[in-house]
């Protein structure tokens, strides 16, 4: 098979007539571009389609001329459906001998004189093999193109090639496209891998020749790989896989950067002993911190002698006592702002941005060690003491990244807390309201007539009657002493359970009803005066006795049972085995504007007069339990919600309407006079 450099595509392009038969024959209105809207239309087609055809797997590596066919079949398709496609496929043609093939990394010049041999392919004349020199000004005059004439890169422009500083020029085909790959995927992967060892830069100069160079991600980084062994030798190992991978794809199909990192990585440790690159020079570090100005050999030497210790980064004296531990991150803001103040720096900002402000000044007043050529062989015979003040400056510079990185952290961690328990308490909110609106619904449904109580079994749930004491229209107190003693509630259609309910609250209502057979009889006489002086109809609870402290103040039915039109304060509790009845006095106690406390198996009671005073003392109660359950401080840790339920409003009478009929009657209507259409008129 031969090489791909014997042999190239012919087509002739289709373009010019599509373009004149978009046009028509017809002379139409055209845009300031001098196009018709039919030409606008395929010529955006056309921008569109070249990019559908490069970003495709199946031509983006083949011929120019078998892209532009397949360029053209696809927008001839769209424009003109169903009509045959008037072009064919490009011709394969042998080069003839002694012209080489299409240089991958030629430059394309188109001049005016005619081409080496007779051809009718659309594409520029092939070029020729230029040398390295020119291939290497082509570079650079792409990267001033792009990036601006005063353009220099972070290392420099190297003398011998006139490129960036460790710079890789790749030939692959499809070099541009394996190494950004669709919406620079590969690229971003690449860069985020390598951005703490070194920031990856790149320039596309054609079709199949691209440059890529490394740099420094920081300028302190510079010392660092001065320095460092094992950070410059993770910088040589950035630039070798690069080059291992630009010679690898030399003039050919190249695979993406993602898929040749990995199978880097598979083959273990690499050696970079055998990678000869020059280390980058200290003068940029210098220059860009402002220290550019030139200094003699005895100011060196003379700050040398006076400031350096060996092995240990120096802090600038007038920085505190504290500022050398590296705890600027682990200071409170109080001791942040004291520090602030003192170096008369704004105190304004949270704990990082205090603590990059207090670092940063730190670096300012920091002395750097200075250009390398201020070390000679009279000051520093040996070089101990530059590589002890650049070792110094590195260890600093490292420290104060390290310090300005944890603050940054612990910044973001917690606001990354706080909006997390944000969600949570949202989400509890939302979880609390839908558990109370389906508890409220199916203690409507059981009976409970709209009580919003929280069971925490089963059995506290149990279907009551249709009609019950909460559902009754108030009565008077007078007319609630003297009801008939043989009222009682219809069972109606009750299962067994709700049956058992209402037999007891019978038997309740019968007893509390009854007349008293004996005067003498004390406890008959007690029972008769506190049911007519109760002012809110309460009927006698049926105590539970149990093991608690006074656990037969703990009624068994549900306390709204024998509430009516009445304002009440539910304490609804976690866990009814922790229910104390002893609480129940000790609510009364604690809050003295409380006239009734009672307690069931789902919490506390605490009933209020319907008087002013008595509407006034349940909203400050509510309000202050409420506070005390919200911060923790109530007395009963059990207690875990607190609900108002005010006096139910009376039910309006709902009038029957009644529909007396409408018969129509006609009657005679004034007629208008005309004399009042007239009035006015000026008679000639």
């Not at 703990?554 to 009845?581: H, M």
Request: net charge negative; proline share 6%.
């Amino acid at each position: 098979m031969a090489s791909p450099g014997n042999y190239f595509y012919e087509y002739d392009s289709l373009l010019p007539f599509m373009w004149n038969l978009a046009q028509g024959e017809a002379e139409l209105k055209t845009d300031d571009r001098g196009m018709t809207f039919e030409q606008a239309n395929l010529w955006g087609s056309v921008r569109k389609t070249r990019d559908r055809v490069l970003t495709d797997e199946r031509y983006r590596d083949s011929d120019q001329a078998i892209q532009q066919y397949i360029l053209e079949y696809w927008v001839w398709g769209k424009h003109w459906p169903g009509q045959p496609f008037p072009g064919s496929f490009p011709t394969k043609t042998r080069l003839p001998h002694g012209v080489p093939g299409p240089s991958s990394f030629g430059v394309l010049v188109l001049t005016d004189g005619p081409p080496p041999f007779p051809t009718a392919n659309h594409r520029p004349d092939m070029p020729l093999p230029v040398d390295e020199k020119s291939q290497q000004n082509e570079i650079r005059a792409a990267i001033l193109r792009y990036k601006g004439l005063s353009y220099v890169p972070f290392h420099g422009w190297d003398e011998a090639t006139g490129l960036p500083h460790y710079a890789i020029v790749c030939t692959a085909i499809n070099g541009f496209y394996a190494f950004c790959g669709k919406g620079q995927e590969y690229f971003k992967e690449i860069r985020d891998y390598f951005r703490p060892v070194a920031r990856v830069m790149f320039q596309r100069v054609q079709h199949g020749l691209m440059v890529v160079w490394i740099e420094a991600p920081t300028p302190e980084h510079i010392l660092l790989l001065n320095a460092n062994e094992n950070a410059w030798d993770n910088f040589k190992g950035c630039w070798a896989f690069f080059k291992s991978w630009a010679e690898t794809y030399k003039d050919d199909t190249a695979e993406d950067t993602v898929q040749f990192l990995r199978d880097w990585q598979g083959k273990g440790e690499l050696d970079v002993s055998g990678v000869e690159l020059e280390r980058p020079p200290m003068l940029q570090l210098a220059l860009s911190r402002g220290q550019g100005v030139a200094q003699t050999d005895s100011m060196v030497w003379e700050r040398e002698r006076s400031h350096h210790t060996p092995h240990t980064a120096k802090m600038p004296s007038g920085s505190s006592e504290r500022a050398g531990t590296g705890s600027y991150d682990t200071w409170s803001k109080n001791e942040l702002e004291l520090e602030c103040e003192k170096r008369g720096l704004s105190k304004s900002g949270h704990v990082a941005v205090l603590v990059q402000r207090v670092v940063m000044d730190d670096i300012s007043k920091h002395e750097y060690c200075g250009p390398t050529d201020c070390f000679t062989k009279e000051n520093d015979p040996d070089g101990s003491i530059e590589n002890a003040r650049v070792d110094a400056d590195a260890k600093f510079d490292y420290h104060c990244q390290s310090i300005m990185s944890k603050a940054w952290q612990n910044y973001y961690e917690g606001m990354l807390e706080i909006e997390r328990t944000k969600s949570y308490t949202t989400a509890k909110d939302i979880f609390d309201s839908t558990r109370d609106r389906e508890a409220e619904i199916s203690h409507k449904v059981g009976g409970y007539a709209g009580q919003n109580l929280h069971p925490s079994k089963k059995e506290a749930a149990m279907p009551q009657p249709a009609t019950t004491l909460t559902s009754r229209k108030p009565q008077s107190r007078k007319s609630a002493a003297s009801s008939e003693p043989g009222t009682k509630l219809k069972s109606g259609s009750l299962t067994a359970k709700g049956l058992a309910v209402v037999e007891v609250m019978n038997d309740n209502i019968a007893k509390s009803t009854a007349p008293a057979q004996h005067p003498s009889n004390t406890e008959s006489r007690t029972a008769e005066r506190s049911l007519q002086s109760n002012s809110a109809t309460y009927t006698s609870p049926v105590h539970v006795p149990g093991s608690g402290p006074k656990s037969d103040l703990i009624e068994s039915l549900p306390v709204p049972f024998s509430l009516e039109s009445t304002g009440y304060v539910f304490l609804a509790c976690a866990d009814t085995n922790k229910i104390r009845g002893d609480y129940v006095a000790r609510l009364k106690a604690e809050y003295r504007s409380v006239p009734q406390a009672h307690a069931d198996k789902s919490g506390y009671y605490l009933v209020f007069e319907d008087t002013v005073e008595g509407h006034v003392a349940l909203s400050d109660c509510y309000e202050v339990i409420y506070d005390e359950v919200l911060r923790g401080v109530f007395f009963d840790k059990n207690v875990i919600d607190v609900k108002l339920f005010n006096w139910k409003k009376p039910e309006k009478e709902v009038l029957e309407e009644v529909h007396l009929g409408y018969t129509h009657v006609p009657y005679p209507k004034e007629r208008r006079s005309r004399v009042a259409w007239n009035r006015g008129r000026q008679v000639l």
